[in-house]
């Protein structure tokens, strides 16, 4: 009897630890998905959105993506170290600049931050550094060797659903740190297009040429937007849980598009969501065209073009990161932002990558209304959350796909 009271013992204590167990690990997991960041932004954009929209824009006449919200927690981690005139600088451009709260869902969405560290400036990184990244950033802290940007680029690839598989060219013994954030999202739209309505149609080049594009088709499902100078549609993409709420925006400016984009702004664009009208077949139709896209685009001038908005001693021997290392002087020695988007009938597939690597200073209404707009020539689009005004991402349409690629 003694003896099977034991084993009974035994046996509870047993699946109350393995149940313990399964929690903390459940719990762990379900931190790793969320990105645990410092306030949120419901009532204004970013300023830092606009600027960095702006200057991309005067430097490209091709298509282009960029990802403000990766940028923006790349930028505010790195500013964590930063001291005196370093950090006033990335203050300044930052602006207002508040980052969101956003849980992961597996294959889905994805918010990823990381700090890689060389080991053999193992014990030079402040420890308070490293507890900011990993509690208000939810950062990975990884330890290389860093011959090489393999490890950098195996997890950037991973953390981008294999979208962006060469983050960084170069990184070597020579560099203490790399700063990283991935935003990856594979969704498919709450209502799909319809593959047979895909068609061959001109689309009208920037020079004034036209190339045969795989258009999309569809009516309704969307809501309509329009300002005094563009016009536009929104498209949901599904809810996979109740936190997700992403939005694809297409804008179709009236007149010049760079002039549009260099005047875009959060009153702009608070107007076209103000004026968001819900198609429902009956007061209003929206028969709409949307081409197929898809490309991959490197941000060549970004490490210039920070510069130019003011964030200039970061990159030379001025740089001050005191509150990184107070033993290693650093500066930055790569900026490296890189997008990738494919839109089609099913959904849309886009990823972006920030990263900042450093070295040591030694190293060197009554009737029916019927509106039909067709994205045939240059237009923007927005990626963001429909709670909130942070943009994840903006870009610009040039060239879609042609209709010989249409698979």
Known sequence: MNKKRLIIILSSICITLIVIALLIHFLGERQSMVSVIAGTNETTNNEFDYKIIKKVNSGYNDNYLISPLSMGFALSMLNEGA??????????????????????????????????????????????????????YGAELIYDNFNGPKTVNNWVNKKTFKMIPNALERL?????????NTIAI???????????NTRKQDFTLIDGSKMNSAMMHESNNVSYIKSDRAQGIIKDYKSYDEESSLEYIAILPDGDINEYINNFDNEEFDKLLDSRRQADDKRLVVNYALPKYTYDFDYKNFKSDL????????????????????????????????????????????????AFTTKEFSAAIDDKEIINIT????????????RYKNIWFFGVVYEPMKWEDNK
């Open 83 to 136: 001291a005196g005139i370093t950090r006033e600088e990335i203050d300044n451009l930052l602006g207002n600049y508040q980052l969101l709260r956003v849980n992961n869902i597996k294959d889905r969405i994805g918010i990823a931050n990381a700090l890689f560290i060389n080991n053999i400036y193992k014990k030079d990184i402040n420890k308070d550094y490293k507890d900011k990244l990993e509690s208000r």
């Open 375 to 386: 994205f045939d020539k240059p237009f923007l689009y927005v990626i963001k959350d429909r």
């Open 186 to 196: 594979d969704l498919e739209w709450k209502k799909a297009f319809d593959e047979d």
């Open 307 to 354: 510069i130019s908005l003011g964030m200039e001693s970061a990159f030379g021997e001025k740089a001050n990161f005191s509150n990184i290392s107070e033993t290693v002087g650093m500066f930055v020695d790569q900026a490296i932002h890189k997008t990738h988007i494919e839109v089609s009938e099913k959904g849309t597939k886009a990823a972006a990558v920030t």
């Open 172 to 180: 070597d013994n020579s560099n203490v740190l790399v700063i990283v």
